[in-house]
């Protein structure tokens, strides 16, 4: 069971705000430089040579098209071919991971390591928030309800019931993912057709006039697909996490404690979602050829569609493909998120305990 925290100790939202934004910076600086030597290796092989590649940031995955054609062919390039290039499309010169961060800090400068990410935190970082902002309002709003439903208030205890975390992770990601979808969907059709803002308008009414108001949440149900069950198993099995490692620490808001429960769950929601996020990989491959950039002929499947394939193709086990590069990307980033979250809550519970403290000696 969560603890409910006295009323002096609550955060505004303003803070819970501030909270989740430094955590979703930091995770960015973190596994942005992952996500770019991965991209950069998939690039060198013929399998990965589409229109499009999903980028992640720690924090969402974005449909990135690739705008600026192949490097010439050649055995050897030299360091301003290199540079002049696409982040993406840089020539292929890498021989592993380890040999690929070493290559990309020394010839294209350290900083080549978190191309791309600016344009992504504008979404990602607003995400995060929303998504932390109301997880918090939603529990909050849903135990107080469920207190104040009770035939027995009084004999209730002051933990908070696992099932109010889980209903109100499940609710705060599907709001999010619902306000968000039709700003990516405009994001990678700038990016594809390096269209101006201006042209954005334009280009939204052509689509609601040919796809209906729906056409704007292009993929959004594969996205809801892994990410409201993600979200809804993670809180619970996180405030599990945190009582069970407790026992060990003594401190259930230790940095350590939230590091760890934060891996674990993430890494136990990623196993179970698993199918789902194969399944809006391809999908927003797909989406990006065929839709959005029109280089393939045709709609996208659908989600059904997709899975059916998958399963007479490889059999189940196609479903759950990609399980150990999946667990190494989210579990640390789990980790790092929540507990610069909860670090970033604890700072403010004290500011707000000692503003309480010296109210009450006035």
Not at 78 to 86: G, M, N
Not at 208 to 225: E, M, S
Request: net charge positive.
């Amino acid at each position: 069971m969560t603890s409910s925290k006295p009323e002096s100790m609550m955060l505004t939202p303003q803070q819970q705000m501030l909270s989740s934004g430094t955590g979703a910076l930091i995770v960015s600086l973190f596994m942005t430089p992952l996500d770019v030597v991965k991209i950069r290796l998939q690039s060198q092989e013929r399998l990965y040579s589409k229109k499009c590649f999903l980028y992640s940031n720690g924090l969402m995955d974005h449909l990135c098209p690739r705008t600026n054609g192949d490097p010439p062919v050649r055995a050897l390039h030299t360091q301003q071919e290199i540079c002049d290039c696409k982040w993406f499309n840089r020539p292929k010169y890498f021989s592993g991971t380890a040999d690929a961060f070493l290559k990309i800090s020394r010839t294209e400068g350290i900083s080549s390591l978190w191309s791309g990410l600016s344009p992504t935190l504008v979404l990602a970082v607003p995400t995060t928030v929303i998504y932390f902002t109301m997880y918090e309002q939603l529990k909050l709003t849903i135990d107080t309800q469920r207190r104040a439903l009770s035939a027995h208030p009084d004999i209730l205890s002051s933990d908070i019931p696992r099932m109010v975390s889980l209903s109100a992770g499940g609710l705060a990601r599907l709001l999010a993912v619902t306000l968000v979808s039709p700003m990516e969907l405009v994001r990678t059709k700038m990016m594809s057709k390096k269209m101006p803002l201006s042209d954005v308008h334009k280009c939204l009414k052509d689509l609601v006039k040919t796809q209906g108001v729906r056409g704007l949440w292009n993929g959004y149900t594969a996205t809801l697909l892994r990410d409201v069950p993600f979200s809804a198993l993670y809180w619970p099995l996180y405030e599990q996490c945190k009582d069970t490692l407790s026992l060990y620490t003594g401190n259930r808001d230790a940095f350590l404690v939230n590091f760890g429960s934060g891996a674990i769950a993430g890494s136990v929601a990623s196993t179970v979602t698993l199918p789902f996020d194969v399944i809006k990989t391809i999908k927003q491959i797909e989406m990006g050829e065929k839709d959005i950039m029109g280089v393939k002929p045709g709609r996208s499947r659908t989600n059904m569609i997709i899975a059916k394939e998958l399963v007479s193709e490889q059999g189940v086990k196609g479903l759950f493909s990609g399980l150990i590069p999946r667990l190494l990307k989210v579990a640390p980033a789990c980790a790092i998120m929540i507990s610069s979250y909860e670090f970033c809550k604890g700072f403010f519970r004290q500011q707000n305990s000692e503003r309480e403290k010296n109210r009450e000696t006035l």
